[in-house]
């Protein structure tokens, strides 16, 4: 009987160790999934967070982008009147035109033609002066308060004289 509680006693701690065994190897298993779980939800949220702080950088870029361009439209509101505006324009250009000691030989323009948000007026002017002072006009009129777009610039010597006569073909713009 000795003999056999001995066996017994053998093959319960056998059993008791395998059990044992078995628990550990259970719970390692389901730590490591675990732990390897957590580790890929770590990975998911950097990711994410790398994602909402490239989201944030853009969304930051495109505002100051916005911004500028917000700023360029308001810029040109200001240099496209609502009214055509023409005889302020010839008022500014006698001026620009006695400035550069200029003759101004001929000014008109035609019909507004109409866009989807704008009207483009075609104008036409004729001067007459020395080279440079056209060119000086030129670069005066482009620089005036006002979209003033050159189209067609011919210039051409007068003979017998050390002046040029200008035809300026351009477009300028209403709302």
Not at 101 to 116: G, S, Y
């Amino acid at each position: 009987m000795n003999l056999n509680m001995k066996f017994i006693d053998m093959g319960c701690i056998i059993f008791l160790v395998i059990v044992v065994a078995a628990g550990g190897f259970f719970f390692q298993q389901n730590s490591s999934r675990h732990s390897s779980r957590i580790k890929l939800e770590k990975e998911q949220l950097l990711t994410q967070k790398n994602n909402w702080n490239l989201a944030k950088a853009k969304l930051e870029q495109l505002q100051t982008q916005f911004k500028e361009k917000k700023t360029q439209v308001l810029e040109l509101n200001k240099r496209v009147p609502k009214a055509p505006q023409m005889g302020d324009l010839l008022s500014q250009l006698h001026a620009l035109v006695k400035k550069r000691d200029i003759t101004l030989i001929d000014f008109n323009h035609k019909p507004a033609q109409e866009f989807e948000r704008y009207k483009q007026i075609p104008v036409n002017i004729i001067v007459n002066g020395g080279f440079l002072n056209i060119y000086n006009l030129i670069h005066d009129v482009e620089t005036l308060n006002r979209v003033f777009i050159f189209e067609k610039i011919m210039i051409k010597k007068l003979e017998g004289k050390n002046l040029c006569q200008a035809t300026l073909l351009a477009s300028v713009f209403q709302q």
